[in-house]
């Protein structure tokens, strides 16, 4: 169980939370809500305890599985597999048991391959009573569950793409979470921010099967409004303009009527109470003229204003980002070629052969299994790494935008205004600070580290970067995810009027659309077709 009282969350000196009690019990499924910003993620992490609360009391008796938008896992040459079984320390005996199997067979001493014998009975009796053989099925079952394939499994982390080691941890967090314990259920609490990222269609749907079977608590952040629907069974709303929780003990569909009809009753009473403390101000400052009437004009006066103060604030709408990519600088007709690229990581060939010609104001979009190597071909587009074969050539006029999914465009140690600054330091300071205010960043919040931002506002720091650069090829590797519906649609529209050349990768079929794409790629061949809608069914499923 998680518990709290009297929590205060602060974003530097901007509260998100204030003097809030809240409680995470098994069998609670709750689906943390609010806009962009709001603080869902800081409370999230706040919760694992992988943040400090400004105020307040916290306190956990439940072992906790936590999701990051944003993974940082520590040692990057361990193999997928043995992270995820990590999570119920198999990992280490599997190795030892190895080790042991090699020395009983190159063993000649007889009396040393009888040690090791020993050694490797006592290794498989541990093994057993972890659940063994059985729990390594068990966890080859929720990677291929989450589009994770053997081959992948037996990799380094460090050769993956980072929605692989993505999908890596959170395989690894249910596996934890398919432990069942005294009870014969799994009492773990699961605080998971945004988990469909990066999965395809299939794997959504096994997620949300598996979430509604967990017996222990859930805490999930997720613009995926189907599995908020099918999971949740209660709602926290984060309010930004009170900084306070609402909860709402109801699944999804009951929560957003309540929500509408709160929203109703609130504005209702507000114009209500704003008449007669009106007509109240009006009567005390006739009153207010007669000096034998001056107290009773000032009793009225205060009455007004208690009427208003006691009021429930009514929801401000959610400011959303302006965001509009900018006219594209002048370039040749093909400013981008690549051809006959290739990449691998040690023995594994990601893809082979693939050439492309990106040419003015061409919108492309590329297409492959997870894992086929779609944020790799982006990279070398790009230049941030560099292929084993084939060459890139930059054509005339060529300025490249790149939006990373990872966001690791953003350096997260600097601030906002520094990161900005970075991006486009040819640009006049009020312009930026303009530029920023437009994707809300403003005040204080210029100075806090990037690092600290939820993952909709890395999300719209890395989109401002972009919109400053006056780039004529975008290539953009999922930029819609984290973001809320609002701030979704406003990337689709700036997608749809954008006149520059896109190279798009996505599993958000609206995306596609918006871009109206000429030309796929798919991966891992590197086959070139025309566009045609028979492929957006491929979006979610790839």
Not at 72 to 89: H, I, N, P, Q, Y
Not at 438 to 453: C, I, K, M, R, W
Request: proline share 3%.
């Amino acid at each position: 169980m998680i518990s709290a009282s009297g929590l205060e969350l602060r974003a530097g000196s901007r509260i998100l939370l204030s003097d809030t009690a809240l409680r995470v019990q098994p069998g609670d499924r709750i689906g943390l809500v609010g806009r962009n910003g709001a603080g869902k993620t800081t409370t999230l992490k706040v919760l694992a305890g992988e943040g400090e609360p400004y105020a307040g009391e916290l306190r956990r008796s439940s072992a906790l599985g936590y999701l990051p938008q944003d993974p940082r896992e520590g040692d990057l040459s361990v193999t997928a597999k043995d992270r995820v079984l990590s999570a119920r320390g198999l990992d280490q005996i599997a190795r030892d048991m190895e080790k042991v199997q090699l020395a009983m067979a190159e063993l000649a001493d007889d009396a040393e391959r009888d040690k090791a014998v020993r050694r490797y009975g006592k290794l498989e009796e541990r093994f057993a009573s972890l659940g063994g053989y059985a729990a390594e099925s068990e966890a080859a079952r929720i990677c291929t569950n989450l589009g994770l394939e053997d081959r992948v499994l037996g990799q380094p982390l460090r050769t993956l793409s980072g929605g692989q080691r993505r999908r890596v941890e959170l395989s690894r967090i249910l596996f934890a979470a398919s432990e069942a314990g005294a009870s014969g259920k799994s009492n773990r609490i699961l605080l998971l921010d945004e988990p469909t990222n990066h999965l395809d269609a299939d794997s959504i749907s096994w997620l949300r099967g598996f979430l509604k079977q967990h017996a222990g608590g859930l805490v999930v952040i997720s613009h995926d409004v189907e599995l908020l629907d099918e999971v949740v069974n209660k709602v926290w709303f984060l309010d930004a303009t009170r900084a306070e929780l609402d909860v709402y003990n109801m699944n999804w569909r009951r929560y957003q009527d309540a929500r509408a009809t709160d929203e109703k009753r609130r504005r209702r009473e507000r114009a209500n109470a704003e008449k007669k403390a009106s007509a109240l101000q009006a009567q005390a400052a006739k009153l207010g003229a007669k000096a034998t009437k001056a107290v009773a004009a000032k009793n009225m006066a205060r009455r007004a204003d208690e009427m208003l103060a006691n009021l429930d604030e009514t929801r401000q709408a959610d400011k959303v980002a302006k965001i509009s990519f900018p006219a594209p600088a002048s370039c040749g007709k093909t400013p981008l070629t690549a051809s006959g690229l290739s990449k691998s990581y040690g023995s594994l060939e990601i893809f082979t052969g693939v050439d492309l010609a990106i040419d003015r104001g061409s919108k492309v979009v590329v297409l492959g299994l997870n894992g086929a190597g779609k944020t790799t071909l982006l990279r070398l587009l790009g230049g941030m790494e560099q292929p084993d074969t084939g060459e890139r050539v930059l054509g005339h006029g060529l300025r490249l935008g790149y939006y990373a999914q990872e966001h690791e465009t953003l350096d997260h140690d600097r601030s906002v205004w520094e990161n900005i600054r970075g991006l486009a330091p040819d640009t006049g300071e009020q312009e930026l600070r303009t530029l920023l205010g437009t994707f809300l960043f403003t005040g204080e919040q210029l100075d806090q580290p990037a690092g600290t931002l939820s993952g909709g506002e890395k999300t719209r720091l890395a989109l401002a970067g972009l919109v400053s650069s006056a780039a004529n090829v975008l290539l953009l590797d999922e930029p819609t995810n984290n973001l809320d519906p609002a701030s979704r649609e406003q990337v689709l529209d700036a997608l749809r009027s954008y006149t520059g050349a896109v190279v798009l990768v996505t599993h958000d079929p609206g995306a596609v659309e918006a871009l109206e794409p000429e030309r796929v790629i798919l991966l891992p061949d590197g086959t070139e077709d025309h566009w045609s809608d028979e492929y957006l069914e491929l979006v979610q499923l790839a």
